[in-house]
């Protein structure tokens, strides 16, 4: 089983900063891809960004240039930095993990999500 565990979330004003993190634990296959999405309330999940095990990046449209993903593969942990955040990007962040043995792929994995509030 996987266990992913969201962190970082908080109140920001327009224009701020936030770094969340994800830490993954249990049997993790070398190769994965873990992502952040994130779901406002009354609307649905959406795709904010991800990266794959070598590093690889995508990102939503509405988050490039001022969002940056990144991995630390030795801790198992994928990182969002936020930056010139709007009131738009309120949502709750969910951490997602896919991985593969080479044959299949499991999951998607998440985790309980960390609240951003964006607000003056």
């Known amino acids: 089983q996987v266990q992913l565990v969201e962190s970082g979330g908080g109140l920001v004003q327009p224009g701020g900063s936030l770094r969340l993190a994800c830490a993954a634990s249990?049997?993790?296959?070398?190769?994965?891809?873990m992502a952040w999405y994130r779901q406002a309330p009354g609307k649905q999940r959406e795709f904010v960004a991800s990266?794959?095990?070598?590093?690889?990046?995508t990102y939503a449209d509405s988050v490039k240039g001022r969002f940056t993903i990144s991995r630390d593969n030795a801790k198992n942990t994928v990182y969002l930095q936020m930056n010139s955040l709007r009131l738009e990007d309120t949502a709750r962040y969910y951490c997602n993990l896919r991985h593969t043995n080479g044959i299949s792929w499991g999951g998607p994995y998440w985790g309980q999500g960390t609240q951003v509030t964006v607000s003056s």
């Open positions: 990266i794959t095990s070598d590093y690889s990046t």
């Open positions: 249990g049997s993790i296959f070398r190769i994965n891809v």
